[in-house]
């Protein structure tokens, strides 16, 4: 992302990826405050304006999880900055708890809540769609049709959130997150980053006899926000027809080219405000329309809201919808075309795709070359071999996920953020006869490992926690935390240690490791692992940069080669690392030059030495 | 008018870049363009496409079928991009090779030539090893590509090799510049002399149907 690109003048056309138009609108608007935690498909709204920060003078932060990033945001909007907050969908279940009393005590300044979800989970561990919680929390949600609706429904999601005192949501999803497009640019605002907070605490604490008062007032302010957002010019009705098709966000994309390819005439809704959804514009669209088809990504929040609204006034007109579009992955403009061809009654059939005679064999994502989390999975695994047991390994979300394939196979459960440790609490307690290892990042550490962590500790959950600690958060893009020193502006700050913690809370075992020497690496394993068996917490740290980030910075350069003549064809090196540098050509182990980061391992596992420093071979 | 482009490749390639560069001429020519990209997981070394949509369009991604080009940075993925083509659309192969690890059923180079030519599709196959070691830099396969794509004459009309080499030059440098150039000219002679083109005899084809130096 060049930094020129997201501050160029307005009036001039940029092609933008759609969080750097989210970032855009944000600045636009004059923020002053933006935070949040880094999750695919988000991430590059905060890393975006954490590059500009510094020139347009806001603060911007990767906080250590999604909770603590929306209190930032919160805070910054109760004392009259105005700010945003980002994260993934599953993100803002962490979030939520502040999430559902943000409504009731309102806001100052302009707050919105940038949720990412990711329909067909590409990168994630569930499908939930986020406009659920705009209904759940009373916070009205706005859903962008493409990348230029990004910026703008960012800046409009500010403004009224302004005008109202109310925190907005902003729905957006991977295909306008990680889509790009031109985007007109508007005027930079002043960056408003100075706040004024006055003690109001009927305002401001949610005590019970506050809060009968607050959510009284959020049902009322609820039917005015209703009303208001029918006459926004981002929710309107296009051409004409018996058939209403009712589209929201992106939907409305897909709507737009199924409708041109199957050249039918329709009636749209286009919505940009699912929730509420604008009940004075649905009813001024039903008139002489026989059918209705819903347009939406996941989930029927349009859809029963629809029907409700139908309920309520009497009207018992066919309604579409999940029924023929399905409630699985993300929309295509085939699925759309086929829903909408079947209820206006036109023949079509999507055009069959071409096939080869062989199907090409699966290409997973899989862990680098040089990738220390490697080297830690092949020593745990051998560790484990050696002390006789056969642990339960509890995963957790990051790169070493990955740890799943073959021929590791030490993530027996992943479930959310933190979880790793948290479910090696109960695992401890009922599944006896084998210890439990739990498995997480540095990054994830800091986000929610560290109340499990303290309850293992308190309720005598004898486990190993390992974190691999890359020094960094790989997975989505390098971002760094507390555990690097660094800021998201890029500032040095005080380094927080996994080991100082871990000590800190009682754990009585704790140990810091280098997962490339191989030999410390197991030795380290065993000896906790052991402790885990005698009933105790033990917390081991595998220290080495991620190998990526290791050649960005020009850390590692070595590259190894096999000697042919020594090379006895084992194979141990490609059973045992699955290295994506190492590959078998008639039967040999040959290394791949461009591939290899030097991270040495292979050579510490070879039987006979074959492998070394060098260029040949 | 409407252009759908299909890529794909291995992650770590550079499939993402080079959308962002056709975008980034497309909006040099004031054209309307939307991209879809792949992050996150698929970046570890997995299989990465990105739609690229021009003209006409709204939604970001192509349906199967449907795309009028796909380009293949790595000749198994052809295989895969293969079904985004539609009937008689032209696939563009690099010739890298990299098998998937841990599968002993990946079909050969010679293979993978011979199950896309028994297509009803047209295909040219760019020599991107060669480019890239005359530059030596193995970067530059997208870049290479992206200049084999430019030679076809309904992709130059919109957007011409000298937009293209200028906005490479700013985003990317010189190396990539050359690439796009060398690419450009290596698939421009493959078409005149026909070396690695392939047409199934059910689409139509004239001998030279990107002669654009006019």
């Not at chain 1, 907005?168 to 004024?196: Q, Y």
């Not at chain 1, 579009?325 to 993300?330: D, L, Y």
């Not at chain 1, 081991?540 to 350069?557: D, F, M, P, Q």
């Not at chain 2, 659309?89 to 990299?98: A, H």
Request: with cysteine.
């Amino acid at each position: 992302m060049s930094r020129s690109r997201l501050l160029g003048k307005a009036g001039e056309t940029a092609f933008l990826l759609g969080n750097e138009a989210i970032a855009r609108g944000a600045i636009e608007y004059g923020i002053g405050v933006a935070a949040a935690y880094p999750g695919t498909p988000s991430s590059e709204i905060i890393g975006t304006l954490a590059q500009i920060a510094k020139n347009l003078g806001i603060h911007v932060e990767w906080s250590v999880n999604e909770k603590t990033a929306f209190e930032v945001a919160y805070a910054a909007a109760m004392s009259g900055v105005p700010s945003l907050t980002a994260m993934k969908h599953v993100g803002l279940n962490v979030a939520s708890d502040p999430l559902m009393s943000s409504a009731y005590t309102g806001v100052k300044a302009g707050f919105v809540i940038v949720t990412a979800d990711d329909p067909y989970m590409h990168s994630s561990q569930n499908e939930q769609d986020n406009r659920w919680y705009g209904l759940h929390a009373y916070i009205p949600v706005l859903e962008p049709a493409g990348v230029q609706e990004a910026k703008d429904l960012t800046y409009m999601g500010l403004e009224l959130s302004e005008r109202l005192e109310h925190p907005f949501i902003l729905r957006s999803l991977t295909r306008v997150s990680h889509a790009r497009a031109p985007v007109k640019l508007g005027e930079i605002g002043s960056p408003r980053s100075s706040g004024v907070f006055l003690r109001e605490p009927e305002r401001w604490a949610v005590i019970p006899a506050h809060a009968r008062v607050m959510k009284r007032r959020v049902l009322e302010k609820w039917m005015r926000i209703g009303e208001m957002l029918a006459d926004l010019p981002y929710n309107r009705i296009e051409g004409d027809g018996s058939t209403l098709i009712v589209a929201s966000g992106i939907g409305y994309a897909y709507t737009r080219d199924a409708v041109n390819i199957l050249g039918c005439r329709a009636r749209i809704l286009k919505i940009s405000t699912p929730v509420p959804l604008p009940r004075k514009l649905v009813e001024k669209s039903l008139d002489g329309v026989e059918k209705i088809l819903v347009i939406e990504e996941t989930d029927p929040v349009v859809e029963m809201q629809l029907k409700s609204i139908l309920v309520d006034i009497g009207m018992n007109i066919e309604v579409h919808g999940g029924d023929l579009i399905g409630r699985f992955g993300e929309l295509t403009i085939d699925r759309v075309a086929q829903a909408i061809a079947k209820v206006c009654g036109i023949p079509w059939l999507p055009p069959q795709p071409l096939k080869p005679e062989i199907e090409p064999p699966p290409r997973s994502p899989i862990l680098c070359p040089g990738c220390p989390h490697r080297a830690t999975f092949y020593a745990l695994k051998l560790a484990a071999k050696k002390v006789g047991v056969d642990p339960i390994y509890t995963g957790d979300i990051g790169c070493y996920s990955l740890g799943i394939s073959p021929p590791f196979r030490v993530q027996d459960t992943i479930v959310e953020m933190g979880g790793s440790i948290g479910l090696a609490n109960g695992f401890a307690h009922t599944v006896r006869d084998r210890p439990v290892v739990a498995i997480l990042g540095d990054s994830t550490f800091f986000h929610s490992g560290i109340p499990p962590l303290v309850n293992a500790v308190y309720n005598r959950a004898p486990m190993l926690i390992l974190v691999l600690d890359n020094e960094t958060t790989g997975m989505t893009g390098f971002q760094p935390h507390p555990g690097t020193g660094l800021t998201a502006k890029g500032e040095q700050t005080r380094r927080v240690f996994i080991e100082d913690i871990a000590k800190a809370v009682g754990v009585s075992h704790v140990e810091v490791f280098d997962p490339y020497s191989v030999r410390e690496a197991v030795e380290t394993i065993e000896r906790g692992l052991r402790v885990a068996l005698g009933g105790d917490v033990a917390l081991l740290v595998a220290r080495r940069t991620c190998s990526l980030l290791a050649v960005r910075l020009g850390l590692l350069r070595d590259v190894y080669s096999i000697d042919s003549s020594r090379c006895i064809g084992c194979l141990l090196c490609v059973k045992n690392l699955m290295c994506p540098a190492i590959t078998v050509e008639d039967g040999r182990p040959h290394i791949v030059k461009a591939l290899c980061r030097g991270c040495g391992v292979c050579t510490q596992i070879c039987p006979v030495k074959a492998i070394d420093r060098g260029s040949a071979g | 008018m409407k252009i759908e482009i299909a890529v794909c490749g291995v992650g770590g390639q550079g499939v993402v870049t080079m959308s962002a560069v056709i975008g980034e001429i497309c909006v040099r020519r004031g054209l309307n363009v939307v991209a879809a990209e792949t992050h996150g997981m698929a970046q570890r070394m997995g299989s990465v496409e990105v739609f690229v949509r021009i003209g006409d369009v709204e939604a970001p991604l192509i349906s199967p079928a449907s795309a009028d080009y796909v380009v293949a940075l790595e000749m198994v993925e052809a295989l895969r991009g293969v079904r985004y083509l539609k009937r008689c659309g032209w696939i563009l192969v690099s010739n890298i090779y990299i098998p998937p690890p841990g599968s002993d059923r990946v079909p050969s180079r010679r293979q993978v030539i011979e199950l896309l030519s028994k297509l009803p599709i047209k295909m040219i196959v760019i020599d991107v090893e060669e480019i890239i070691n005359r530059l030596e830099d193995p970067r530059v396969v997208n870049m290479a590509m992206l200049g084999a794509l430019l030679s076809f004459k309904d992709i130059s009309k919109i957007l011409p090799i000298d937009v293209a080499e200028d906005v490479v030059q700013g985003m990317l440098g010189s190396v990539n510049r050359e690439a796009l150039a060398m690419g450009y000219r290596q698939a421009l002679e493959k078409m005149n002399n026909g070396n690695g083109i392939y047409v199934s005899n059910v689409c139509t084809y004239s001998t030279a149907p990107s002669s654009n130096q006019g």
